[in-house]
């Protein structure tokens, strides 16, 4: 293979050469550690030398690694941050400081691979080179932490291969069942699986189907174990944010700051912290305000939990019409979520730019059978079109479902 001469043709090598979980689903993924393992060894095992935060979960993880990070930078550190997926830009999963890797970065490694003919012996997953790519920039960098978010699952996720100094978990919910199992304890024991011999860990939520699968993985390793819900809150989370399911993360990520224990880590640094997320960090994509007139948030949520969580903050905003622009994929059931959805809503059914999206007459169909009306559009933009031209100026337009569903308006 020849070496990339520029960033495009390096993306293009990544999308359309690999098989990539955000576009394909299942069939991209290598649900073991063997490959990055030996990936690792051939970079001169990078993430040895970094000090990281290790987070896994359900819903709720990206959003603790933002406040970690966007906290940690204002106490003066300098922080690398990996997280997945990405919304408009491949570069978002690999920050330092909250700026983008640069892109002469990602052909200097993508090429390295080349020239030491480590993408031919290894042939790794599209994950696999994010996961190396980063853990190899945070060391070029000399970053003082690394916040590492898990991609699917846990004990198998290519993230795992990292010793932290500290393990977080948010919360658990039916999601990717396919792969992590079809019951929240069997989805529990996979997540559980960043968790370390003699490193702390993090509970964000505790869950009485989930509690005891944590508390066993802990005291077999003489993990110390902590349930944030069982730590008082030093700061008024609700001040911060109207966000009922963010005050939760607020409060994950304060205490296991707590647990780190750096006294140069203050109340006004995480105050400030999480106050500024979006710019220290570029933090986007959830309960994120496009428009005033009509009223229009872009909401990640794509499971049962993430939407019930939506719904419940949704109650607390003042307008006259609802208007849903609603975009899944296709292999996930989505039956319960939709059900929780207000049939008095109208709805604009679309199909996510994506081979993965749910198509948009599928949707619209499993919808209607649940109450939920609306018509169907061939794009999530067009549909966001409909639904301001529809929409009055006290109106809110909602749209959600999918990460791949707002990455297409933010």
């Not at 002469?104 to 390295?112: I, P």
């Not at 066993?216 to 069982?230: G, P, R, T």
């Not at 963010?246 to 304060?254: D, F, I, L, R, V």
């Not at 939709?338 to 499993?366: D, H, T, V, W």
């Amino acid at each position: 293979m020849k070496p990339f001469t520029t960033y495009k043709q390096a993306m293009s090598f990544l999308f359309e050469q690999l098989p990539m979980f955000q576009r394909v689903g299942p069939k991209a993924l290598k649900f073991d550690l063997s490959n990055i393992t030996r990936l690792m060894d051939a970079l001169g095992n990078p993430q040895e030398s970094l000090t990281c935060i290790h987070v896994a979960g359900t819903n709720g993880k990206g959003s603790v690694c933002h406040y970690m990070a966007s906290i940690l930078q204002e106490a003066g550190y300098n922080v690398g941050l990996y997280t997945s997926p990405h919304y408009r830009d491949y570069r978002e999963r690999i920050r330092y400081n909250g700026q983008l890797i640069e892109k002469q970065y990602v052909v200097k490694f993508l090429n390295r691979l080349i020239s030491e003919d480590i993408l031919t012996r290894l042939s790794p997953s599209f994950f696999e080179i994010g996961v190396a790519m980063a853990f190899c920039y945070f060391e070029d960098i000399q970053v003082d932490f690394a916040v590492i978010e898990t991609g699917l699952g846990g004990r198998l996720d290519s993230t795992n291969i990292i010793t932290p100094i500290l393990s977080i978990i948010t919360t658990i919910d039916y999601d990717h069942q396919a792969t992590l199992g079809e019951t929240l304890p069997l989805i529990a024991q996979e997540k559980a699986g960043i968790i370390k011999s003699n490193i702390p860990v993090v509970i964000g939520h505790r869950q009485v189907e989930t509690e005891q699968v944590f508390k066993s993985k802990a005291q077999s390793l003489n993990a110390h174990i902590v349930f944030a819900e069982d730590v008082d809150p030093k700061i008024d989370f609700p001040s911060l944010s109207k966000i009922k399911y963010q005050q939760q993360n607020m409060h994950t990520a304060s205490i296991a700051l707590g647990i780190l224990d750096r006294p140069n880590v203050s109340l006004h640094h995480q105050k400030v912290g999480i106050q500024n997320v979006s710019i220290n960090t570029g933090y986007m994509g959830r309960w994120q305000t496009l428009s005033t007139r009509p009223h229009i948030i872009a909401d990640a949520a794509h499971n049962q939990q993430g939407l019930s969580q939506l719904l419940v903050n949704l109650s607390t905003v003042s307008y006259c019409h609802l208007h849903v622009v609603l975009g899944m994929v296709s292999d996930k059931p989505i039956t319960e979520a939709l059900s929780l959805l207000p049939n008095e809503a109208k709805y604009y059914f679309a199909k996510a730019n994506i081979p993965r999206g749910k198509s948009e007459k599928a949707l619209k169909q499993e919808a209607n059978t649940l109450g939920l009306e609306g018509k169907s559009y061939k794009s999530i933009r067009k549909a966001l079109a409909a639904a301001k031209l529809s929409a009055r100026e006290n109106d809110l337009i909602l749209v959600t479902g999918s990460i791949f569903t707002v990455a297409e308006v933010v």
